[in-house]
């Protein structure tokens, strides 16, 4: 028999986002006290039905009848419920993505990037709200999917949760990233890469397609060739067998 699940993808990305404007409150408390409400599954026709005062009550827990201060402003709880409704989620926000058929780009490799707003690099890879997935060869990149990242909060491994959303990808890019977190990237088979100046995710991976034309050796191992470094090596090696 299959357990009902906690909520859908688009409520809990919802909820995280309604978390972070209370304060950063943590996300798995506002799941559990929202489930107390509106029991299992929480879904996003429920999240459209509570109100300011809802939430206002689910903060104050067991003294909501005391009429006690719950030590978020009127705005943020305003805020907070719109994003529980589903209102002001931005989805692109100028990162538009393209069409993409695997195989179409041969010499590719598939490079995550932390962002918060816009195409930007932009994010902390525990606290980023999302991931740009870019397909990128020497001659050319297009952005190929935006995810999620805050999905992951309500994880109880949440940073096993963002690398498994990224595991497909060959090279993640992040402003900062703990020692944890990065085996863990490791391990989903990612390589994070850090550049802690925030900027544009383009400018970023044009440096990177320079790169790839003449690879080195930690590159060419991502790619599954050999660095240009070392061929002439093998050639040696070649007309000495």
């Not at 408390?29 to 005062?53: R, W």
């Not at 598939?110 to 195409?119: D, F, L, P, S």
Request: aromatic letters at 4%; hydrophobic letters at 45%.
């Amino acid at each position: 028999m299959s357990e009902t699940p906690i909520a859908s993808r688009e409520a809990a990305l919802r909820i995280a986002l309604a978390a972070r404007v209370l304060d950063g409150l943590d996300v798995r408390a506002l799941v559990g006290a929202l489930a107390d409400k509106l029991d299992l599954p929480i879904t996003e026709k429920k999240l459209s039905a509570i109100t300011i005062e809802d939430l206002r009550a689910i903060l104050a827990g067991d003294l909501a009848d005391q009429n006690c201060s719950v030590g978020v402003s009127t705005e943020a709880l305003k805020e907070a419920t719109r994003l529980l409704w589903g209102e002001n989620i931005e989805g692109g926000d100028g990162a538009l993505i393209e069409s993409y058929t695997e195989g179409e780009m041969p010499g590719s490799i598939r490079v995550a990037i932390a962002n918060n707003k816009g195409e930007n690099l932009d994010g902390h890879f525990g606290s980023c709200e999302r991931f740009l997935v870019y397909q990128v060869s020497a001659a050319s990149l297009k952005l190929i999917d935006i995810r999620s990242g805050l999905d992951a909060d309500t994880a109880e491994d949440k940073n096993k949760a963002r690398a498994e959303v990224i595991a497909d990808c060959d090279i993640v890019f992040i402003q900062s990233i703990g020692g944890p977190a990065a085996a863990k990237v490791v391990r989903a088979g990612v390589h994070p890469l850090k550049k802690p100046k925030a900027g544009p995710a383009r400018d970023i991976l044009f440096e990177l397609q320079v790169a790839l034309q003449s690879p080195p050796p930690w590159l060419a191992r991502i790619m599954g060739l050999p660095a240009a470094s070392l061929a002439k090596f093998e050639v040696e090696e070649e007309e000495e067998a």
